[in-house]
T-cell receptor, first 114, second 109 residues
Framework: DTAVSQTPKYLVTQMGNDKSIKCEQNLGHDTMYWYKQDSKKFLKIMFSYNNKELIINETVPNRFSPKSPDKAHLNLHINSLELGDSAVYFC?????????????FGEGSRLTVL | GENVEQHPSTLSVQEGDSAVIKCTYSDSASNYFPWYKQELGKRPQLIIDIRSNVGEKKDQRIAVTLNKTAKHFSLHITETQPEDSAVYFCAASGNDMRFGAGTRLTVKP
């Protein structure tokens, strides 16, 4: 029983392409997140959704668009991929908004842009 | 917004020694301070956390201390083992969770 699952695990694509990463959690949590981890291992929050509503939108290029069809899913679509988008993208969830509890991370999706 | 600084960025110890990682935060409204361990190629996982109404918490070989006045908190690992080798992240949370830059801990057998 995977608590937070994301697909695909690996993604290799050319500059300029559009790609999506999907995330699902079966923990019944209200809040979901996308984090980007670069080559230096820094974990940077990108977006946070609480019960399908966007509550955090960091300074992320508008080529990145999150979509939450329901509170168990938070997908990430990236348009016009650039070399600097290469990173590991982690989806996470927590029981409540405000991040006052444990974050449960997915396994990560390693995106390589050539 | 919250800004979390973490030191050192790398730490190498001999098996059996202690390891200490320190973090500072900027937002006095932050009231939850978790620590995550990320093994190579794996997801970050919570190892211990502390809330602002507590000064210290211990779980077997790991302990965390919090000084709210000075806005700093630390992770202490005693009797380190090779399997403790990983990247450790501190975080501070009020309205959202912000992570430190990580510490790569290497425990040499």
């Amino acid at each position: 029983d995977t608590a937070v699952s994301q697909t695909p695990k690996y993604l290799v694509t050319q500059m300029g392409n559009d790609k999506s990463i999907k995330c699902e959690q079966n923990l019944g949590h209200d809040t979901m997140y996308w984090y980007k981890q670069d080559s230096k291992k820094f974990l940077k929050i990108m977006f946070s959704y609480n019960n399908k509503e966007l509550i955090i939108n960091e300074t992320v290029p508008n080529r990145f668009s999150p979509k939450s069809p329901d509170k168990a899913h938070l997908n990430l679509h990236i348009n016009s991929l650039e070399l600097g988008d290469s990173a590991v993208y982690f989806c996470a969830s927590s029981q409540t908004s405000g991040s006052l509890g444990e974050l449960f991370f997915g396994e990560g999706s390693r995106l390589t842009v050539l | 917004g919250e800004n979390v600084e973490q030191h050192p960025s790398t730490l190498s110890v001999q098996e059996g020694d202690s390891a200490v990682i320190k973090c500072t935060y900027s937002d006095s409204a932050s009231n939850y301070f978790p620590w995550y361990k990320q093994e190579l190629g794996k997801r970050p996982q919570l190892i211990i956390d502390i809330r602002s109404n507590v000064g210290e918490k211990k779980d077997q070989r790991i302990a965390v201390t919090l000084n709210k006045t000075a806005k700093h908190f630390s992770l202490h690992i005693t009797e380190t083992q090779p399997e403790d080798s990983a990247v450790y992240f501190c975080a501070a949370s009020g309205n959202d969770m912000r992570f430190g830059a990580g510490t790569r801990l290497t425990v040499k057998p």
